[in-house]
């Protein structure tokens, strides 16, 4: 079975840590990754990535939407709470393997 990088980045005794390909550990690196990326940073992948949400108000469907573009493996579960001038995402990660 081949390996991929564990997201976010993990150096453990000199050697970055891997993850099954296609395991539920590689989905949820590849949403993280997805969810951390500002929209238009990957040349090649223009729409990959969400817009800032410092002056904004973070919108779950959005979210939604550009994950299951980008990692159609995953689905976004859950919604944000507004506390004042501060936004809280809570989100799970639905996985389908196979």
Not at 9 to 16: A, N, P, Q, R, W
Not at 22 to 30: A, D, K
Not at 38 to 67: F, K, N, Q, Y
Not at 70 to 86: C, I, K, N, T, Y
């Amino acid at each position: 079975m081949s390996h991929h990088l564990a997201f976010p980045l993990k150096l453990s005794g000199g050697v970055f840590q891997t993850v099954p390909r296609g395991s539920v550990q590689e989905i949820e690196g590849c949403v993280e990754a997805i969810l951390r990326t500002p929209l238009g940073w990957v040349e090649s992948l223009p729409t990959m990535g969400v817009r800032d949400p410092t002056h904004t108000r973070p919108d779950i469907e959005t979210l939604r939407a550009v994950v299951e573009r980008h990692e159609p493996r995953a689905r976004l579960l859950g919604d944000v709470q507004f506390e004042g001038v501060l936004a809280r995402i809570r989100a799970n990660v639905e996985v389908t393997l196979g």
